[in-house]
């Protein structure tokens, strides 16, 4: 269902309506922000000069450096006192980034949310079980406002106790499903030891995963475990942009809508910081419209992706984003050929045999860097001439693919961590050399 | 006749083995005959144990990866060369045997395990040859 008319507006309606929002937010910004100001007058421009949607590449790009320079709430355009939300994302290395929002932000959140939920399958009959985890991430509260909108009823279980997790669905009959592909791939497997069969003995229609890749392999293993009529659609954002609700997924499955009249999206080359063209893969860069709290203008997202403005068979206008390829900080460098923890993802889950988790360690050799990829066998043998099969089709996909040569582990099931937040799958042993 | 196998995949670490056979000690399952063949980065662990089914199970709980495997037992004779009559029985058929280890010797014969890929050809060669094969209810009693 297509939850606002501002998703289907035509495209000179929108930019009517874009230019208009961008005006008084840059205008705004480098009246209220420092930082802002600072950055404009270097590269000598003032907000009389954005004119129209074409200015906007002619204004600084911002990071996520940015956010930390001046921690906790130097980005910010309003006073303490009119915040009514903090949420912090976990910094791993240093402060972490500090977001927050008015009551008119909250607004707009919720709003946003509800539209990329309704386009993903949600409704106001859904018992929605959100097993994101509460407290400063914005992942959890944002789909529970989003989906509290739409008028669904949220159960909002959060992380962990994964037996009581399925004792909630079975019991409440929950109809939907909020979690990272991995844990609503555990979950499963949790209500599996616990004697059920998710497909018949649950209620699950629709899983509404984000904040780590869905990747269509990933997709198709959601489909093994929760059955082949569940809904799987995905979702983007990011906690600096405002959380989720930047962009979802509608039953077409072609791409993510971004909400364009909240969100001006850009791709641009991570290397030169250069504006690319439609359908070129390249760093998004998005402009928030209307945020009174935390005016982000052209901030790097560090997803790597494309944008398509064709019209989507849903009947929404909206431009729609790819499912991003990698992270430019995930790219992973390996004897000089850039790889993408997903590419190795798709390889692992196209296997049969095998399970969904995986762990990719790059080590030095030497001169020379050593990929070894662990993975899980999900069923029995006797047989080495079956382990050898394995072994031989995981190596030869990745060097059709990526052009390494990698060393193969195979693991016994439930060998490999497993994460009920985001997974970390990666184990850079070459970072830790140097130091 | 076949019995069952206890096929266990491990990896080579140190202590490994040991945690079957700690689980299998746990559950009171009696191990009657052990092979262990590896590669460089892992093994397949091949048992002949009196509660094959228990003994499958209760690895599987414990997180390993554990099956039941169709083998025959034979029973050969004391004699130089029986062993080889066999086989060469065997190969005639162009049955191929995938491996085998020893289980054990007694006065008369020594009990020998082995993996073909067609059990049933081969069942039918050792029949005609009146070699006795083992059943499950025997080892039970071993």
């Not at chain 1, 309606?13 to 100001?37: D, F, G, K, M, S």
């Not at chain 1, 790009?61 to 009119?82: S, T």
């Not at chain 1, 809904?231 to 509608?250: A, D, K, R």
């Not at chain 2, 995949?9 to 140190?14: A, L, Y």
Request: aromatic residues 6%; glycine residues 8%.
């Amino acid at each position: 269902m297509i939850w606002s008319k501002n998703e289907t507006l035509e495209r000179k309606e929108l930019e009517a309506l874009q230019t208009e929002r961008l005006i008084a937010t840059v205008e705004r910004a480098y009246r209220l922000v420092a930082p802002y100001r600072e950055k404009m007058d270097k590269a000598g421009i003032s907000p009389s000069d954005i004119k129209s949607l074409a200015d906007l590449s002619r204004l600084p790009l911002i990071k996520k450096q940015d956010l930390r320079d001046n921690y906790p709430f130097g980005l910010f355009a309003v006073p303490k006192e009119r915040l009514v939300r903090i949420h912090a994302s976990s910094g791993t290395t240093g402060k972490p980034t500090v977001v927050g929002y008015t009551a008119a932000d909250m607004e707009i959140w919720s709003e946003c949310v509800a539209r990329i939920a309704a386009a993903g399958g949600a409704s106001s009959d859904d018992i929605a079980q959100i097993c994101f985890g509460y407290g400063m991430f914005t992942g959890a509260l944002g789909l529970h406002y989003g989906l509290e909108k739409i008028g669904a009823t949220i159960v909002p279980s959060s992380t962990g106790n994964s037996e009581k997790q399925i004792m909630y669905m079975k019991d409440f009959g929950t109809t939907l499903l909020v979690a990272t592909p991995s844990y609503a791939l555990r979950l499963a497997e949790v209500a599996g030891d616990m004697g059920l069969v998710p497909r018949e003995d649950l209620s699950v229609r629709v899983a509404l995963v984000g904040s780590e890749l869905l990747t269509d392999a990933m997709r198709e293993e959601m489909h093994k475990a929760w059955g082949e009529d569940i809904l799987v659609t995905t979702n983007y954002g990011m906690s600096e942009l405002m959380g989720p609700g930047v962009s979802g997924e509608c039953l077409s499955h072609n791409g993510m809508h971004i909400n364009e009249d909240f969100f001006i999206p850009e791709i641009i080359d991570p290397k030169t910081g250069e504006v690319l063209p439609e359908g070129e893969w390249g760093e998004l860069v998005v402009t928030c419209l209307n945020k009174e709290a935390l005016p982000l203008i052209r901030y790097r997202t560090g997803d790597i992706t494309r944008l398509s403005y064709e019209k989507c068979s849903c009947g929404r206008t909206t431009c729609r984003m790819d499912n991003p390829a990698g992270r430019s900080d995930d790219m992973l460098k390996i004897r000089g050929v850039n790889v993408f923890p997903s590419q190795i993802e798709e390889i692992v889950l196209g296997v049969s045999g095998l399970g969904p988790h995986y762990e990719i360690i790059v080590e030095r050799e030497g001169y020379s860097d050593k990929l070894t990829v662990r993975v899980e066998l999900a069923r029995a043998t006797d047989s080495f001439r079956e382990l050898e099969a394995i072994e031989r089709e995981v190596r030869g996909k990745l060097r059709i693919t990526l052009g390494l040569d990698a060393a193969v582990k195979l693991e016994s099931p439930n060998t490999l961590q497993r994460f009920e937040g985001k997974a970390k799958r990666v184990r850079d042993m070459r970072k830790e050399d140097k130091k | 006749m076949t019995v069952n196998q206890v096929s266990v995949f491990i990896e080579n670490r140190q202590g490994r083995l040991g945690e079957v056979l700690h689980v299998l000690k746990e559950n009171g399952v009696n191990i009657l005959s052990i092979s262990l063949a590896d590669t460089t980065e892992y093994g397949l662990l091949r048992l002949i144990v009196n509660e094959p089914e228990r003994a499958r199970d209760v690895l599987l709980e414990a997180g390993f990866s554990s099956m039941l495997t169709e083998v025959i037992i034979i029973k050969v004779p004391h004699t130089p060369g029986a062993l080889q009559n066999i086989l060469a029985l065997i190969a005639e058929k162009n049955v191929n045997i995938e491996y085998m280890y020893g289980l054990s010797a007694s006065a008369n014969d020594a009990s020998i395990v082995m993996k073909t890929n067609e059990l049933d050809l081969a069942l039918e060669v050792l029949r005609a040859q009146s070699i006795g094969t083992m059943s499950n209810e025997e080892l039970m009693e071993l």
